[in-house]
């Protein structure tokens, strides 16, 4: 059963990061933008336009029906049932933004971006487009100002109450955030793990339990269990039947804020502590420190964006506004990631190379 992940890596501000290789200026930079500060500028206020035409060509389906080749507006808005010619508009929009391909016939035609919009696309992102640009995530948006204010989330101050309350009292909203983290990793998480030996691990805030699955299918005879709220576990049996590891994978239902199983001598806590400020992040943490108890042995593994320095471009400097107005969390440097864990009971082995996602490992004080 090779690759039963279906993702291929695009990362996302909920998950902490926006891309895998930060090699410069944040993703959403263009670098031929900034000699040009006006350029600059309206291409950013821009990215809003390209976006919004983005989320219809994905919420109206457009995509499923360019898989048996390139179409015309007319031919695909007979498909979806829509106006031609206002769907032609939304398309030559997103052509311009380089997601669609269009002829000089005006037939469009699937690229590698498109194809991961589709429904049901092996390694797609179609949902994490969705949760990203859900008004859920993007009202927030509008008024970070209220936060830098206050110190209270736009969010909080917009739906009421915290992000997560609010996302786990709606069924719909919670399903596509739990397939949209599902999405998340591509290769190069899942490269972090080469030559991580491990026996039971524990995926702790681990979703739907895809990442564990895939983990458990690249380590035979290894076993695993994903710890999250009842309804992020609730798809995890099928990911595991999917990957071929039900036998060796458990889902259990855990808050961990208050206790995580014990019996474990990896604990895993991948992209969930930037949601989190740092007293919640210790709380967390500790909870785990708990559940290692007495074994000297055991291992936590925190995979999270190390935050690089003053003056480094950085994407996470670009999530963690979204960490600040939707959570209250935020991204980390290496210092506060090994002052929350000495806070804890943990302490560090090594020191990772600053912006991008990275494997902490911690052992037990
Ligand atoms: C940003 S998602 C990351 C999910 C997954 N670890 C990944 O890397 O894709 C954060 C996860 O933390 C979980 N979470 C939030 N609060 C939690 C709590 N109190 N106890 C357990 N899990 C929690 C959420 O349900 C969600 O699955």
């Not at 391909?101 to 994490?128: C, N, V």
């Not at 948006?141 to 736009?154: F, I, K, L, S």
């Not at 992209?271 to 007495?294: C, E, F, I």
Request: aromatic content about 6%.
């Amino acid at each position: 059963m090779p690759g039963c992940r279906r993702s291929r890596g695009v990362e996302t501000a909920m998950g902490g990061e926006q891309q895998s290789e930060n090699t410069g200026p944040a993703p959403v930079l263009p670098r031929a933008a900034l000699a040009d500060p006006r350029g600059l500028v309206l291409h950013l206020a821009a990215v809003k336009w390209a976006l919004g035409a983005i989320r219809a060509f994905v919420r109206l389906g457009v995509a499923d029906h360019l898989v048996a080749g390139p179409a015309t507006a007319a031919d695909l808005a007979r498909a979806v049932g829509v106006d031609a010619s206002r769907l032609g508009r939304v398309l030559a929009a997103v052509a311009t933004a380089g997601v669609l391909d269009e002829d000089a016939g005006g037939r469009f035609a699937l690229t590698p971006a498109s194809d991961g919009l589709r429904t049901g696309g092996a390694g797609g992102f179609r949902d994490i487009l969705l949760l990203l640009t859900d008004p859920l995530l993007w009202r927030p948006h509008e008024d970070v100002a209220h936060t830098v204010r206050t110190g209270q989330t736009a969010f909080e101050h917009l739906y009421g109450e915290p992000f997560y309350d609010h996302l786990r009292a709606d069924d719909a909203a919670s399903a596509l955030f739990d397939r949209a983290m599902a999405q998340i990793d591509g290769p190069e998480t899942f490269a972090l793990f080469d030559g991580v030996e491990f026996r039971r691990i524990a995926d702790v805030g681990g979703g739907r339990g895809s990442f564990l699955a895939e983990l458990l299918r690249r380590n035979p005879g290894r076993e695993g269990a994903v710890c999250d709220h009842p309804l992020a576990i609730a798809g995890a049996a099928e990911e595991f039947r999917r990957c071929g590891v039900a036998d060796r994978a458990v889902a259990i239902e855990a808050d961990f804020f208050r206790a995580v199983p014990p019996g474990f001598d990896t604990y895993l806590v991948k992209r969930s502590l930037q949601n989190w400020d740092d007293p919640a992040a210790v709380r967390a943490l500790r909870t785990v420190r708990a559940a290692v108890g007495d074994d000297a042995g055991a291992r936590l593994l925190i995979v999270n964006h190390v935050l690089a320095g003053p003056g480094v471009p950085d994407p996470g400097k670009l999530s963690d506004v979204e960490m600040m107005a939707v959570l209250g969390g935020r991204e980390r440097t290496w210092a506060d990631w090994t002052r929350l864990a000495a806070d804890a009971g943990f302490a560090p082995r090594g020191e990772p190379a600053p912006g991008r996602l990275t494997l902490l490992t911690f052992r037990p004080t």
